[in-house]
Each structure stands twice: as structure tokens, then as C-alpha cells.
């Protein structure tokens, strides 16, 4: 049950970047919403690349099926085992284990949420690119307009010319 140590930060989105297991309550949560019988934790855990003696452990330290699926998915975010050798802990080596396991209406809505979420965290890049460069707009408007604006020039300077 050796894990390999992540030195990276958490990742910015669930779906763009190696998993750590900061993410694990995301990683249950949505295989819970994509419908992952729980049952199959062991077979999903072999997919993953954990050994079966870690598994195994897994079922004896853990009493309900949750808690095992809960500790296996732990195992895989912290790289345990032979975890990179199936691509890592990502969300590409996750529907790739579902879908070996024949769990192909889970995996389609792994991916579908997976394409939903990067739609939208597209969208959100692409306006806050907007409001950057309507921010940068208005503040170039204001240079220009403050530096061409009329100053009006002090009367005792036209009366020296006189």
C-alpha cells in the first residue's frame, strides 16, 4: 500500500488536470451522480491499478461497501500501486477503467459532465477576457481623453504677451 508522495497544489478544475486527492468527496460525489453501483469498488480499484493485496486490505480495514469505494479512490488519488502505469489519477484513466468494465452509461456521464464542465469553465476564460479588455478600454479612453482634454489657460499669461 506504498503511495507515491503528489508535490503538486490542488487542481484548478476537476476535469483539466491530474486529480489529487484533495478532490476525493468531487471524485464519490460524481460517481454517485453518474450512477456507479458501489458494489463494483474492487474490480474499479483492479482497473486503476491498485494491486489486489491493497484492495484487499481495503475490504478488510472497512466495513460497509462505501467506506471500501471511499479508501480505493483514495488509494488511486494518491497514486498508490501501479496507478501511473494506467495514466494516473485522471478523469481520462477513470472512464477508461468504467468502460473496461463494461460501466459504459456510467463512463458516457462521466464524459458528458467532464465536456459540460469545460464548456463552462471556457465560457467563464472567455469573459473574464472580455472584462479584462473592456477594463483596459476604458482606462486607455481616460488616459486619452484626460490628456487631450482642454486645460484652460490662466489669464495673467495673456496679459504678459500683450
Request: charged residues 20%.
Amino acid at each position: 500500500m506504498a503511495t507515491k508522495s503528489n508535490s503538486s497544489s490542488p487542481s484548478p478544475s476537476l476535469f483539466t488536470s491530474p486529480l489529487t486527492i484533495t478532490q476525493l468527496i468531487d471524485v464519490l460525489d460524481l460517481l454517485k451522480r453518474c450512477g456507479f453501483p458501489q458494489i463494483k469498488w474492487h474490480e474499479l480499484g483492479l482497473r486503476l491499478g491498485l494491486h489486489k493485496d491493497t484492495l484487499d486490505a481495503i475490504k478488510r480495514d472497512n466495513v460497509t461497501t462505501n467506506d471500501c469505494l471511499t479508501e480505493c479512490l483514495s488509494q488511486w488519488l494518491r497514486r498508490a500501486d501501479n496507478v501511473d502505469s494506467k495514466g494516473g489519477a485522471t478523469f481520462d484513466s477513470l472512464s477508461d477503467a468504467l468502460k473496461s468494465m463494461n460501466e459504459n452509461a456510467v463512463a458516457d456521464k462521466l464524459d458528458q459532465e467532464s465536456k459540460l464542465i469545460s464548456l463552462i469553465v471556457l465560457v467563464l476564460t472567455v469573459c473574464v477576457c472580455i472584462l479584462l479588455i473592456t477594463l483596459y478600454l476604458v482606462l486607455v479612453y481616460d488616459v486619452i481623453f484626460n490628456a487631450v482634454s482642454f486645460q484652460p489657460v490662466p489669464s495673467c499669461i495673456f496679459i504678459s504677451i500683450y
